[in-house]
Structure formats: C-alpha cells, structure tokens
C-alpha cells in the first residue's frame, strides 16, 4: 500500500473522518454570482434539492456559501450573507453528511455553528477576521484555512509564499485553542495564483504535507482548467474530475466540487488503487 503522505484524521462538531480514503465536498451557493452556479440554487428549495442530491450521491460534507469568492466579486455586509443562509442552513444541518459554512466572517460562523454548522471553511485561512480563530474553538468545530493572495504574482515562489501564509494561520489556530486534528489546509487553487503556479502547486501536493495537516483541494470548473481546454464553466466537469484525481492520488485528503457523483466514485477508485484493492 502506498504511504499517504498527509495526516488522515479530521476531526469537527459532532464526528471525525478517515481521510486515508479521500473525502468530497459538494458545494451549494446561495449567491446570485458564484462563477459557476451562482443563482441557481437562491430559492431554498433549489438548495435544498442540491443538497439531498449530494447526500444521495454520497458527498461526505456539503458546504454551504451566501458570498460569492470569485475573482472580482463585491463584498457582501454580513446582514445580507445571513439572510440568503438563514432559509437553508437549519434545515440543510440536519442532513446526513456534515455542513461546512463557507465564510470568512466570525459572525457568519458563529451564527452557523450554533444551528449546526460542523466545519468552518475559511478563504482567508482565519487571518481576515481576528475573532475567527476564537469562535471556531468555542464552537468545536473543523476549520479549513486556505491560501489566499490579493492579485497574482508570476515572479512570487508561491509554495514559499503559501507555506507562510499557512505558518500565520496555524499559529492563530493554536493561540485559540483549535486541537491540531480539527485542522485542515488548502493551498486556494485559483485565488492570486497564475496558471502555471496553480498546476505547479496540485503536480507537487506533497510539499505541504510537511505542515502536518491534511489537505483539500478545489479546482472545480476553475479557470485553470477552461485554460488548456477551452470550454466554458458548466463544461469543464472531464477537466475537474481529473485534475482533482490527480489531487487526490498525491495525498489530498477531500476536494471541493459541484458534481459529486462522479468524484465520489473517483475517490473510491483511488482508494482500491492506493490500498492495492484492501477495500
């Protein structure tokens, strides 16, 4: 069996995965401009329907976002992020995979946690807010602090650069009491980074793992992938499940996606390929 070389416990409110078989994440925007699905799911029963398609599809956390983090996109004031939550999320966290709450606000977080949010999934890896830190420890719950760089910088080394930027991150976790199990990283493909710093970052995954944390990977309908294939968000499904199998067969614990199905039956496959068929 080949050594996985990232940690395989992630532990959040209510339970704790084994990422030696890798996880996945479905997502559900509540937001009117998301690159790839933004106002498709603003009526609460649309996101609820995604949502229980991804339990049926087997998607190990659903993860819920009100504001778009697409390039470019105007911030949302925190009142209006709650209002387009505020429908769902109740009902959404009593499904059966776990909810992560994608946001970068602890008032957002807070809020979310205390109607069941399990994970808190922060693009600015708890570093935006100086609360994060303190109510996802209050809270119990999982974070995922990812990578994030105002603008792209061909000439930055940008695994020095993600290395301190997880460094800051992890200390905030520490100082806040966040255990190291609830913890987990990922490097923002797609955010401040070039193409070629983004296939460089997924083609040497390993080089994180010296942070002792696993890691997820989100590349789904991204540009990096309408790049080289030249095709449109909704067409880049073939060009997401491989570059996150890629992903995933050099250590990624989850990755994020809007098609669940065919990547959970990706990560089976990578698991029966890493185990040498040990199901």
């Known amino acids: 069996m080949t050594e996985h070389p990232f940690p395989t416990r992630f532990a959040f409110a209510g339970g704790a995965f084994d990422l030696s078989r890798p996880h996945v994440m479905g997502i559900v925007n509540v937001t009117p401009d998301s690159f790839s699905d933004g106002g498709r ?6 996101a609820m329907a995604s949502a229980h398609k991804m339990a049926a599809h087997h998607a190990d956390v ?25 429908p769902v999320i109740s009902e959404m966290c009593r499904l059966s995979p776990p909810v ?9 977080a807070r809020r979310a946690c205390a109607v069941g949010a ?16 303190d109510v996802v420890a209050e809270a119990g719950a999982g974070v995922i602090m990812m990578h994030n760089r105002e603008g792209a910088d061909e000439t930055v080394d940008i695994f020095a650069d993600i290395d301190r930027f997880f460094e800051r991150s992890l200390e905030l976790a520490e100082r806040a009491g966040i255990p190291a ?17 983004n296939y460089a970052i997924v083609n040497r995954l390993e080089h994180f793992a010296r942070h002792g944390r696993p890691v997820l990977v989100g590349a789904s309908r991204k540009r990096l992938i309408g790049a080289v294939l030249a095709v449109e968000a909704d067409d880049r499904l073939f060009g997401s499940l491989a570059l996150h199998t890629i992903a995933m067969m050099k250590g990624a614990g989850m990755v994020r996606v809007h098609n669940v199905q065919p990547h959970a039956d990706a990560a089976r496959i990578v698991h029966a390929t890493l185990s040498e068929g040990a199901l």
């Open 41 to 46: 799911f603003l009526d609460p029963d649309d």
């Open 181 to 197: 199990e609830r913890q987990m990283l990922d490097p923002g493909i797609g955010f401040g980074k070039t193409l070629r710093q």
């Open 100 to 108: 992560s709450i994608d946001t970068y606000k602890s008032g957002i």
């Open 118 to 133: 399990a994970i808190v999934n922060d693009v600015w890896g708890l570093q935006k807010d100086p609360a994060m830190a």
């Open 62 to 86: 659903i993860d819920l976002g009100g504001e778009s983090t697409r390039p470019g996109a105007e911030p949302v004031p925190e009142d209006e992020e709650w209002r387009r939550l505020a």
